[in-house]
């Protein structure tokens, strides 16, 4: 058995030396690879053709050697391909571009890489598309809605003051003397064409005639790049009209007494008068109130963000932007009604009487006692119509959450200039928004 033994290991050992041994030893894998006459060195076991060439059994990537000269289908002294694809056996994983690669090159955004540099995080990617809603109001505008020269619309044109004016008579013949009392106003030099010292019309504003407009609005923004976009809106406006003092005329109130005295026959004897007199009476005024304002807004712009100025270690970035705007507005159509109310000359100088008429009528002043007197008149403005609008905007942008941000703007927006009912053009309009916009994205 020992001698079978020593037998059997001197057979295994002689094996090994001819299937694994040289080439030029004959070895049965030397031979399949390299063929008879096989030249030492022509054979590694871990030579690989190419690089991405499957790595041989048994071999570390660190022994793996590409190219070389070996065996393909049996002939000696053929090179494989020589492939640049595949990735290298022996990484170099300090080199950047393997892990682009590997990862995708999202890699170079990515925050923990950016920390673990010792950056901060970047910015948010801007998506394509996101879409807005704002709620606002114009806390100041300039221009008039009504310009007397161009819309007159009060009735002076044919008011009289003496229309109005009030007296008492007192005694008899047989009592010896009559008094007259006459009350009625005049101008102070009673020399002036006009029966009155002064009138006065002040145009009226868009301030004056609306309450502070509140608008809403929505739309969409494209984002060309992570500084410019592109956006359009439709917004409505509407506004509560008001009431305020559209003209007044002051003119100089008069006390006349006359006096005529008689004898006991009933003769006349004689007359005397006196007059006592009051300036700057306002002796009567007209109010206007306006109808509700409404606008529909179509426009359409750009906006250009700056660098974030605050919250880029936590994405929730504060970014300063400008942008502008041009579109179209419809304006609702636009009335009001003037109420004329009138001094009673008496009450300047009693103190008991009455000063304005004082009636209880809804609608306003109607001066319904006094036939002179006009009641509620209903003025059309302009008719429905469409102006040019646009604007100016500057504000900034806080990212609240990834997908969705908040605004606050402000700047300067100007409306066309409508036509009024008698043909003539009005005045343009120049307004100051503050608006909150939210926009989340698509």
């Known amino acids: 058995m020992r001698l079978a033994g020593l037998a059997l290991s001197a057979a295994i050992l002689s094996g090994c030396s001819y299937l694994g041994g040289a080439p030029s030893q004959g070895g049965l894998l030397g031979g399949w690879f390299s063929g008879a006459g096989a030249t030492a060195g022509q054979f590694d076991r871990c ?3 190419y690089r991405g060439a499957p790595v041989p059994p048994g071999c570390h990537p660190s022994q793996i050697s590409v190219g070389g000269q070996i065996n393909v289908g049996g002939k000696a002294g053929a090179r494989g391909p020589a492939h640049p694809g595949g990735f290298p056996q022996s990484p170099q994983w300090d080199q950047p571009q393997y892990a682009t690669a590997g990862f995708g090159s999202h890699v170079a955004g990515n925050p923990h890489l950016a920390r673990h540099q010792g950056g901060t995080a970047p910015r948010k990617r801007r998506p394509m598309f996101r ?4 709620i606002g109001a114009e806390v100041a505008s300039t221009g008039n809605v009504l310009d007397n020269n161009l819309f007159p619309t009060t009735p002076f044109a044919s008011y009289d003051p003496n229309a109005y004016q009030e007296g008492t008579v007192i005694g008899s013949v047989p009592d010896g003397a009559i008094t007259t009392t006459r009350y009625y106003v005049d101008s102070r030099l009673q020399n002036t064409p006009e029966p009155y010292d002064s009138l006065s019309q002040p145009d009226i504003s868009f301030s004056d005639a609306w309450s502070a407009p509140t608008t809403i609005g929505i739309g969409g923004e494209f984002l060309l790049t992570d500084k410019a976009t592109l956006f359009g809106r439709v917004g409505y406006t509407r506004a509560e009209g008001t009431s305020g003092g559209a003209a007044s ?7 006349e007494t006359t006096t005529d005295t008689y004898d006991a026959d009933a003769n006349f004897t004689g007359r005397t008068v006196g007059t006592i007199y009051s300036p700057e009476q306002r002796i009567t005024e007209i109010s206007y109130d306006f109808s509700d304002l409404g606008r529909l807004d179509i426009e359409a ?3 250009f963000y700056t660098e974030p100025v605050a919250g880029r270690s936590t994405g929730r970035t504060v970014t300063p932007f400008v942008g502008a705007s041009a579109g179209m507005s ?3 159509a636009v009335s009001y009604t003037l109420d004329q109310r009138q001094l009673r000359y008496t009450s300047v100088f009693e103190e008991d009487a009455p000063g304005y008429y004082d009636l209880d009528v809804p ?9 002179a007197t006009p009641g509620v008149t209903r003025v059309d403005l302009y008719d429905s119509q469409w102006v040019l609008s646009g604007g100016l905007q500057a504000g900034v942008e806080w990212q609240v959450l990834p997908s969705t941000a908040l605004a606050f703007e402000t700047g300067i927006k100007v409306q066309g200039a409508p036509d009024y009912a008698n043909g003539q053009e009005g005045a343009a309009r120049i307004a100051v928004p503050l608006t909150i916009r939210g926009s989340f994205n698509f």
């Open 363 to 371: 609608q306003g002043f109607d001066l319904d006692d006094n036939p």
């Open 249 to 255: 005329i002051e003119a100089t109130a008069f006390k």
């Open 301 to 303: 712009g750009a906006r």
């Open 131 to 134: 879409g807005t809603l704002d």
């Open 47 to 49: 030579r690989i053709p």
């Open 330 to 332: 419809r304006l609702d």
